[in-house]
């Protein structure tokens, strides 16, 4: 994971074998793992990009599966919420793809899921207004662009109200991408 960050950071080319094999590695670890805490899904979290779809979505099933007995815990609740987002977040892809037709909607709907079963808390009023712009932009991907813009809009005003100007700012120029 280092070594592909520092080629990021350092503009250094990583060959693709040594890449794949650090890949590899990685994974190979994860699936290993009886019990993921804090550290295996940080470690995961901070690599998740990286990875081909398939293996997103089977790591971040096992990460859902093999840390629950630890959600009671708020660090690792808030770890296994920020995999469940950014894995979610992964499979609407990105910006310039999201015209494209959208091959995983049954996996983003089984994330989601598992995001509803964590329960983020009603306080944690910034992760409920991230939950709703990801299900506009959803619906946005699946063709209800008039009812995704809606939820983002909804997002963005919520923001606003709550002087976070530049959350909601980051949210208005998402969809001004994507719509």
């Known amino acids: 994971m280092i070594e592909v960050y520092e080629s990021i950071v350092g503009n250094q080319y990583i060959s693709e074998e040594v890449q794949e094999n650090n890949i590899r590695l990685l994974a190979d670890y994860l699936f290993r793992v009886e019990v993921w805490g804090y550290y295996e899904l940080m470690l995961y979290n901070g690599t998740l990009l990286l990875l081909e779809p398939d293996m997103v979505i089977t790591l971040s099933r096992t990460a859902y599966e093999k840390s629950t007995r630890f959600k009671g815990y708020l660090k690792i609740h808030d770890a296994i919420t920020a995999v469940l987002f950014n894995t ?10 999201f015209h494209e037709a959208f091959t995983y909607q049954k996996e983003f709907n089984e994330f989601m899921s598992y995001l509803e079963e964590v329960a983020i808390p009603e306080s944690n009023l910034v992760d409920r207004v991230h939950l709703l712009q990801l299900k506009g932009a959803y619906e946005i991907r699946t063709g209800n662009k008039e009812e995704g813009i809606i939820k983002m809009e909804k997002a963005i005003q919520l923001l606003r109200e709550l002087n976070s100007t530049k959350l909601a700012n980051n949210i208005e120029q998402y969809l001004l991408l994507i719509e």
């Open 88 to 97: 979610i977040i992964y499979l609407l892809g990105s910006v310039n793809r």
